[in-house]
């Protein structure tokens, strides 16, 4: 399974950015998909996930509300939509995936077999 992350960039305090993730090499129906960030000096925190074809979605106390995860099995992607960004919301984002017993509110990352290669989100105050 391969996973590309995209959409990253440079926001201020209350912009909006959407992240996309790209997933090949496995029926797309078979995998529970999360958004993980990490910073500098921090562990990789769960920020979101999704169940198999989009059936239940579970987010992270610091993102709820204000982040929304989406996947489109025709295209077997999945997005992040963040809105209301903040700068301690700066950090690189990561697409993970699993099979399996992972679920949508997995929020354990060596629970997840395949990560992408991250994309750097930087909110400036």
């Known amino acids: 399974v391969q996973l590309q992350a995209s959409g990253g960039g440079v926001v201020q305090t209350g912009d909006s950015l959407r992240l996309s993730c790209g997933i090949s090499?496995?029926?797309?129906?078979?995998?529970?998909v999360a958004w993980f960030r990490q910073a500098p000096g921090k562990e990789r925190e769960f920020v979101a996930g999704?169940?198999?074809?989009?059936?239940?979605?579970f987010y992270g106390d610091s993102v709820k509300g204000r982040f929304t995860i989406s996947s489109d099995n025709a295209k077997n992607t999945v997005a992040l939509e963040m809105n209301g960004l903040k700068p301690e919301d700066t950090a690189v984002y990561f697409c993970a995936a699993g099979g399996g017993v992972i679920t949508s509110s997995t929020r354990n990352p060596r629970s997840y077999g395949y990560w992408g290669q991250g994309t750097q989100v930087t909110v400036s105050s």
């Open positions: 090499g496995r029926t797309f129906r078979n995998l529970a």
């Open positions: 999704i169940g198999r074809l989009g059936n239940s979605k």
